[in-house]
């Protein structure tokens, strides 16, 4: 499996600490858009201190108008909110969808947790219809573990 490949890469990146945080996030969303063929647009978003809202940190895929988005609007803002994991299989279904581009057809968003408190997430976007199973899920809760370690 992809995935069980992917966990060792991820931990290498998290674990240089030559290069700074923003720069292994990115290392991380350039690593998963490169060898799942399905993520078509990989990126993080950080709550923005104490305001209830998200800012756009590092990414790979298409540029984005999206880079703060209210708690509560869109998938992110959802989870920012919900504080669990949101699987889109199909983004037309969703009534509070923020469309980034048309070419997308589903979506997963993953809370980042540090000390218990969700203080971002992972959000990757794909062009393939329901493309993301339980070991996207699962896989992508590790991703987020891990990132977590470094924002402590």
Partial sequence: MIFDDLKPQVET???NTEK??????LNICELLEAHIAYYNWVGFYFRNGDKEELHLG????EPTDHTVIPFGKGICGQVA???ENFVVPDV?????YIACSITVKAEIVIPIFVNGENIGQIDIDSNTPDPFTEAD????EFVCAKVATILS
């Fill in 137 to 140: 899920e699962r896989f992508l």
């Fill in 81 to 83: 909110v919900s504080n």
């Fill in 20 to 25: 700074t945080v923003d720069e292994r996030l």
């Fill in 92 to 96: 037309a279904a969703q009534d509070n």
């Fill in 58 to 61: 590092p990414y790979v895929g």
């Fill in 13 to 15: 990146i998290v674990l």
